[in-house]
């Protein structure tokens, strides 16, 4: 008999089938993982968890009997009051009389769990923030030392002991600097022979070593200053791991819980990407009628507000903002507005304004979502903000607007706007 | 009242001299173990095992593995090695969710059928439950592995871990030079039809010349016995027809291919115009998988009886002999009764005959028959009733039955009644289902047989034959299910793969579903993305 001990051995040994079988089921995964994150918050959207798909797509078929018509037989234990040609009501479809050999049958959802990188990686598969942001993040002023080898000179403060003595090490051993303790073990020999007495030529002999051997001690230094070593450091660029989400929305009256919805969705997408490429993400929410104010999330999607609609009022809290709390220098700036599309007529010239000089310099990206109700497509003309924006975005780059009048095209509107191949598909 | 009271009194003593007479025997104490336990146990194990029952079991590999590992094996058929395939990761995906939420406990124990034989043992285990875990799979399914005739006459078990690691690196090979996504849905389509990939009688070995001798010798010995002149003056018929020339060509086109074969990966391996040499390969890899597992289908209850019943003995004897404590054994019995629990058909946990159950009440009939039988068992089972050597019949019928043969052998009247046995029968064009025979005088025999028929592998798989093709015409394969009882393939699975079929195939192909009289269903198939 040998017992052998398997629990040190690597685990994971099922985790290529496992990526095969998400990788089958792909399609499939990613439309249950899109559906189980609109049910979330913004905040749990990124959170893995149990995904349903259906049985169907992941059915490996056999040849095997049906279970209706024909005739069946079964032996069950357990018989209390039949007899012999008694009969029994039949159960109702799901047979509790089956029990003869139907496996598998009840499989009409495959329920499994997804990790939290796995469900991420679906559900952001093949985003990326656009090229432009994505320079000014990696480029940004600050920087930081990163240890770069040794140099022979530099401040006292970055001398490497460890690499200076290493040096003087090899050259004392090259040269043959003699160890103290024999230089000690030297001195008592001849203290010792002194003592004794008579043995005066060794005595004469030993001081002569111990002079010789004291003299290439004082010739060959303990540590000389060619041993000297420095750290070396180089300057790095630090990325700015930091970002900072705008969510403006517009809760005049004229929005209702449908654009409501739609501008969380897209909140909720945007949040979940920006915390894939940073360390740290906060989100301020904005929100305006005629006047704008900074709230918590409870407020920002559910208490009902009146009066006009002035957009440069958000825009101006946002700027406020951003020089109290979020500085550009150290944190990346991103901005989603989403509105129904009214503005106060007047107001559109200082919007785009304060716009152009004010918000867009900070931003690395700036998203207007302008939704609607399916009804609304195609007919009518633009919408004031929308003709206004227009001009903005054609000419800047960070810059980037949609239109939403459904659930189901927030996903591939957002897709559109961080889609590979960068921003520059959506002046189209 | 006053006669339990002297039972549990005598119990109650005899456990007490049970635990002080040997104390210091003890094989362990608490819940915790070592690699130096564990060896203590195994040989404690075996000496009951082998020494006193007799068993014949291989040597025993003992691997230690955490419940991660467990649920590793578990998605590959319990095996050390296999094969990648998609459908691993969703079982492996299944069991983890499953086991994480709760829902789903872990085996303690799996064995393989190898030699050496087997046996991960998880690490939470108990002491206990290690012991249990090594009677039941290191001795009990281990020695069922060993001597067990549809085991010995199907498995190759020195050859199987060799045999997964080449499948293994085949098919790894084969994805780097044919591409993932090919060798997948190769596998896809033979998985499919891995349920009649299986030769359910072994080929005949060609016999040496003593055999032949010997064999025609006792076939004229035969004729000699039953000749009798006079059928020479009986009238002979007119004789049959002679067949037409498009008949014997049909003819011999079957003979030809050996048709009908109800191998269909086997047909498809040998016969398959379009396939390419890997592919053939990997047909036959899954094939002889399946061939490997199909002996525990055929035998799951049994092998399950044998086992239990081995640990209940061993673990009995373990403490009668003071070599577990009282706290030890009270614990194995409750794992070992919510084991064989048998639900009633109308209770709500019910999900089928438990095949722990019934194994373990058979053997433990078995031997009850073997030592004390009643009049009925006499009448019953005159071989075996009273033979007094319980061991030797059981380690008998272990290597000499499968799940069916041994129920319509040894299920007792006894055990009928015990466990409240009725057969029912369900007719659809009836309004209501009948129950036609239950544990009474009439109904032994029927209740039985109609229970190995539930037990017979041949009979649960639906019979499908590969019956003419023709290669040098259109080449359209043409299958016949052979329909019992008016029972049907479930129709979406079927075309599923019939569409598999037809893409290895590389040709139309049709499947009718018929009995003698009425022909049931077709399905047909054209290749959608044929293998090539």
Request: with cysteine.
């Amino acid at each position: 008999m040998n017992i052998i001990d398997r629990r040190r051995d690597p685990g994971g040994k099922s985790l290529a089938n496992r990526q095969r079988f998400i990788r089958r089921a792909r399609a499939l995964v990613r439309r249950a993982v899109r559906e189980a994150s609109a049910k979330r918050s913004i905040k749990d959207v990124e959170k893995g968890g149990d995904i349903v798909v259906p049985a169907d797509g992941v059915r490996e078929p056999v040849l095997r009997r049906g279970s209706q018509g024909g005739t069946r037989e079964y032996v069950l234990p357990g018989n209390k009051k039949y007899i012999q040609g008694d009969t029994i009501a039949r159960p109702e479809e799901e047979g509790g009389g089956s029990g003869a050999s139907d496996g598998g049958e009840g499989e009409d959802d495959f329920r499994f769990a997804l990790s939290d990188e796995e469900f991420l990686d679906l559900f952001l598969e093949d985003l990326e923030l656009p090229d432009l942001a994505k320079r000014q993040v990696m480029g940004v002023e600050d920087t930081q030392p990163v240890r770069a080898g040794y140099r022979s000179s530099g401040p006292p403060a970055s001398l490497s002991v460890s690499r200076t003595m290493r040096n003087s090490l090899s050259r004392r051993t090259a040269l043959g600097r003699p160890r103290p303790e024999e230089i000690a073990a030297l001195e008592a020999e001849i203290a010792r022979l002194d003592e004794i007495g008579g043995n005066e030529e060794r005595a004469a002999e030993l001081r002569e070593e111990l002079a010789r051997k004291q003299k290439r001690m004082r010739l060959v230094p303990f540590i000389d200053p060619l041993d000297v070593r420095y750290r070396r450091y180089d300057q790095v660029p630090k990325p700015v791991a930091r970002a900072v989400m705008f969510c403006l929305m517009d809760v005049s009256g004229s929005m209702d819980e449908h654009m409501k919805d739609l501008a969380k969705r897209f909140y909720s997408l945007l949040y979940l990407f920006l915390k894939r490429r940073y360390k740290r993400v906060d989100v301020v929410f904005i929100r305006h009628t005629h006047e704008a104010k900074e709230v918590d999330e409870e407020t920002f999607f559910h208490s009902r507000e009146s009066g006009g609609t002035v957009v440069s009022t958000a825009l101006e809290e946002m700027a406020r903002v951003v020089q109290d709390r979020y500085p550009a220098t150290q944190w990346n700036v991103y901005g989603a507005q989403a509105s129904d599309g009214d503005n106060l007529p007047m107001d559109n010239s200082n919007t785009i304004n304060l716009l152009k000089t004010a918000i867009l310099p900070l931003c690395q990206y700036y998203a207007y979502l302008e939704v609607g109700h399916a009804k609304d497509d195609g007919g009518g003309d633009a919408s004031s903000l929308w003709r206004a924006y227009e001009l903005v975005a054609r000419a800047d780059e960070r810059m980037a607007m949609r239109k939403v009048s459904h659930r189901r095209d927030i996903y591939p509107v957002f897709r559109e706007l961080f889609a590979k191949g960068g921003a520059s598909a959506e002046t189209s | 009242m006053t006669d339990e009271a002297i039972t549990a009194g005598k119990r109650k003593s005899r456990i007490v001299m049970a635990s002080t007479a040997a104390s210091s025997e003890l094989l362990f104490n608490g819940p915790d173990w070592n690699f130096e336990t564990l060896g203590r146990i195994f040989e404690a194990v075996r000496k009951v095992g082998e020494g006193e029952i007799g068993l014949d079991p291989y040597r025993t590999q003992i691997e230690v593995i955490t419940s991660e590992q467990m649920l590793d094996a578990y998605s590959s058929v319990g095996m050390p090695l296999f094969y990648k395939h998609w459908s691993f990761g969703k079982d492996f995906a299944r069991n983890e969710a499953l086991y994480r939420k709760g829902w789903q406990g872990l085996a303690y124990e799996i064995v393989i059928n190898s030699d050496p034989c087997v046996c991960y043992i998880m690490e939470e285990n108990s002491a206990t439950m290690q012991t249990l875990v090594l009677a039941h799979a290191a001795m009990g399914h281990n020695h069922f592995f060993k001597n067990n005739y549809v085991f010995k006459q199907w498995t190759d078990a020195s050859g199987i871990a060799d045999y997964l690691s080449f499948a293994k690196s085949f098919i790894a090979r084969c994805e780097e030079r044919y591409g993932v996504e090919s060798v997948e849905r190769l596998i896809d389509a033979a998985h499919a039809l891995q349920s009649h990939g299986i030769h359910r009688y072994p080929g005949k070995r060609s016999m040496d010349l003593r055999t032949e001798e010997l064999r025609e010798r006792e076939r004229r010995a035969h004729g000699e016995a039953l000749f009798n002149d006079l059928w020479r003056t009986v009238p002979q018929g007119k004789g049959k027809k002679p067949a037409t020339k498009k008949k014997l060509e049909e003819d011999q086109r079957k003979a030809i291919l050996k048709l009908p074969e109800e191998n269909i990966l086997y047909f498809l391996e040998k016969t398959a115009p379009r396939l390419a040499g890997w592919q053939r390969e990997i047909l036959r890899i899954i094939r002889l998988i399946a061939q490997y597992f199909y002996p525990q289908r055929q035998t799951k209850m049994m092998n399950e009886g044998c086992a239990t019943w081995t640990h209940h003995r061993i673990m009995t004897r373990l403490h009668e002999k003071g070599q577990i404590s009282d706290g030890s054994y009270l614990e194995f019995l409750h794992s070992h009764s919510s084991v064989v629990m048998q639900p009633d058909f109308d209770d709500r946990r019910f999900s089928g005959v438990n095949p722990y159950a019934l194994g373990f009440a058979m053997m433990q009939d078995i031997e009850r028959i073997a030592m004390t039988p009643t009049d009925e068992d006499r009448a019953w089972f005159p071989d075996i009733a009273g033979n007094g050597d319980a061991y030797g019949t059981l380690k008998n019928v272990w290597a000499n039955f499968r799940d069916e043969s041994i129920v319509s052998q040894y299920l007792s009247p006894n055990l009928i009644r015990k466990m409240g046995l009725f057969r029912i029968v369900d007719d659809h064009d009836e309004e209501e289902m009948e129950v036609a025979a239950i544990h009474d005088e009439r109904g032994y025999r029927e209740v039985r047989r109609a229970l190995a028929r539930q037990y017979d592998v041949a009979r649960r798989d639906a019979d499908i034959q590969v019956v003419d093709v023709d290669l040098t015409g259109d080449r359209r394969l043409e299958l016949r299910h052979h329909v019992v009882d008016g029972v049907i393939l479930e129709e979406k699975d079927a075309d599923r793969v019939l569409q598999h079929l037809a893409d290895l195939w590389g040709y139309e192909v049709r499947l009718v579903e018929s009995d003698d009289n009425t022909v049931y269903a077709e399905h047909k198939s054209e290749p959608m993305r044929p293998f090539a």
